[in-house]
């Protein structure tokens, strides 16, 4: 893992929608806080120019020339072989880029779906990712798991949030990864290769990369999507199986609060008319179906009605409304006119 004492170089624009910051503010209540970098540890992007490693920063962009013993390392991390999820590597053997990838994992009282999560983070192969997990104040064991990993955690605090997209704004605001994913406790990458595969798509110059996460049989999005599909349906790609370039919500803004559990709906629909975004169809992710969504089914269609009347067009909305309609009748006939 290329990890150094050289502290992350944080250059704000004055543009940007939020700070970006090393640890979160002090909390008289918080239930406790740690990791690397509260031991002095931290990770970069790195870059070659004319042939010399340098050290990124947050915005992925070269400044620093890495001291000898470093580039060594750099050197020998971007000639490892790295593999597709089901075969040889078609991307090119050798990487003059290794870009750093935040992975943040949220979690309340789930100590058993956050130690499945984490381990398999741990079992990555890539050499340059950052691992964040934000605890919205567990009060199952979670903390202790938490804890009994920390020495792999780069930053993990545990106190009393919002919500999930309060949770997933303190994590955006914490990393220094150029990119993003957001894998939730109990959600697993389908192979340890998982990063490195990725890894090598967003050298390319990707601003939003996506797979297809799976769930039993099932898979979201349903079939593959193209930046020419309508909105509604771009919007439904996995934001556990997305790697989004951090820049992307330092213009666009962090996801809505004002939303339980539709915030990554909501943001796709906010940037995915502008924005273009690479979906790959291969399954990259396993996540758990039970989360709060399933547990919440008429809250999830509600909110999703919200946006949809925010950010589509009359066709699109629709669209979705019938679909909804029919989704809601599925789990029965009472269900159906309560959001219209």
């Known amino acids: 893992m290329l990890i150094t004492t050289e502290r992350p170089i944080i250059r704000q624009r004055p543009e940007d929608k939020f700070l970006t910051r090393s640890f979160l503010p002090p909390n008289p209540k918080r239930k406790g806080e740690g990791g690397l970098r509260r031991k002095g540890y931290f990770k970069h992007s790195y870059k070659k120019v004319d042939g010399v490693w340098h050290l990124c920063d947050i915005?992925?962009?070269?400044?620093?020339?890495?001291?000898?013993?470093?580039?060594?390392?750099?050197?020998?991390?971007?000639?490892?072989?790295?593999?597709?999820?089901?075969?040889?590597?078609?991307?090119?053997?050798?990487?003059?880029?290794?870009?750093?990838?935040?992975v943040v994992t949220?979690?309340?009282?789930?100590?058993?779906?956050?130690?499945?999560?984490?381990?398999?983070?741990?079992?990555?192969?890539?050499?340059?990712?950052?691992?964040?997990?934000?605890?919205?104040?567990?009060?199952?064991?979670?903390?202790?798991?938490?804890?009994?990993?920390?020495?792999?955690?780069?930053?993990?605090?545990s106190e009393k949030d919002s919500g999930i997209a309060d949770a997933f704004?303190?994590?955006?605001?914490?990393?220094?990864?150029?990119?993003?994913?957001?894998?939730?406790?109990?959600?697993?990458?389908?192979?340890?290769?998982?990063?490195?595969?990725?890894?090598?798509?967003?050298?390319?110059?990707?601003?939003?990369?996506?797979?297809?996460?799976?769930?039993?049989?099932?898979?979201?999005?349903?079939?593959?999507?193209?930046?020419?599909?309508?909105?509604?349906?771009?919007?439904?790609?996995?934001?556990?199986?997305?790697?989004?370039?951090t820049d992307v919500f330092r213009e666009w803004g962090l996801y809505d609060t004002g939303l339980r559990l539709r915030m990554d709906y909501e943001f796709w629909t906010r940037i995915l008319r502008s924005e273009k975004f690479l979906f790959v169809p291969e399954i990259l992710v396993d996540y758990d179906p039970h989360g709060i969504s399933g547990k919440n089914i008429e809250q999830f269609y509600e909110e999703e009605l919200i946006v949809n009347k925010k950010y589509l067009n009359l066709f699109e909305r629709l669209f979705r409304r019938a679909v909804i309609i029919i989704r809601k009748l599925q789990l029965g006939p009472k269900r159906v006119w309560g959001s219209f």
């Open 59 to 102: 915005h992925g962009c070269p400044v620093i020339k890495a001291a000898p013993d470093l580039a060594a390392r750099l050197e020998a991390a971007s000639s490892l072989s790295m593999n597709e999820p089901n075969g040889p590597s078609s991307l090119g053997p050798q990487m003059d880029e290794l870009p750093s990838i935040t």
């Open 106 to 157: 949220v979690v309340l009282n789930n100590a058993k779906g956050f130690e499945k999560t984490a381990l398999n983070v741990f079992s990555q192969d890539y050499p340059n990712f950052e691992f964040l997990v934000i605890d919205g104040g567990s009060t199952d064991g979670t903390v202790d798991v938490i804890r009994k990993y920390e020495h792999s955690i780069d930053y993990w605090v």
């Open 169 to 245: 704004n303190k994590g955006i605001t914490l990393s220094f990864g150029t990119y993003i994913n957001f894998l939730n406790a109990g959600d697993i990458f389908t192979t340890p290769k998982a990063l490195s595969y990725v890894a090598r798509y967003l050298t390319r110059g990707q601003r939003i990369l996506s797979f297809f996460a799976k769930f039993g049989s099932r898979t979201i999005p349903k079939r593959p999507v193209e930046n020419d599909s309508p909105l509604c349906r771009k919007a439904m790609i996995s934001h556990q199986a997305s790697f989004i370039k």
